[in-house]
């Protein structure tokens, strides 16, 4: 069984929390088997994406989870 994980929200005020999109309580988990695995990951889904304009910030909370 995998050990490690993130667990993906979004922000409080994130449009897409709205009723007729993903709603309030929807959450994305990945899980990986060891902790380097888990930091590398975690380091590529929040980097900085060259697409994004200045000023654009991910609108996404990202927690460490262990099991």
């Not at 990986?32 to 060259?50: F, G, K, M, N, S």
Request: aromatic share 8%; hydrophobic share 30%; net charge negative.
């Amino acid at each position: 069984m995998k050990k490690y994980g993130i667990r993906i929200t979004l922000t409080e005020d994130n449009p897409m929390r709205l009723p007729h999109l993903l709603g309030d309580d929807w959450e994305s988990v990945h899980w990986y088997d060891t902790e380097a695995e888990r930091e590398t990951a975690l380091a590529e889904i929040t980097r900085r994406l060259p697409n994004y304009r200045r000023g654009d910030e991910i609108s996404q909370v990202f927690t460490r989870i262990e099991q």
